[in-house]
């Protein structure tokens, strides 16, 4: 019974983890966009 409630968990962290990540990267692509915009404006 522990077994399964370890591996639970580790599943909702890697989720957690994959879904944080992929906002983190996004972000920085869009941030990234949003320099070359300014730079062009400029």
Known sequence: MS?????I???VF???LSVSTF????????SA???EV???LA
Request: no cysteine.
């Open 3 to 7: 077994r399964k409630i370890y591996i």
């Open 9 to 11: 968990i580790a599943m």
């Open 14 to 16: 890697m989720v957690v």
């Open 23 to 30: 906002f983190i990267i996004r972000n920085h692509i869009d």
């Open 33 to 35: 966009k949003q320099n």
């Open 38 to 40: 300014y730079d062009n």
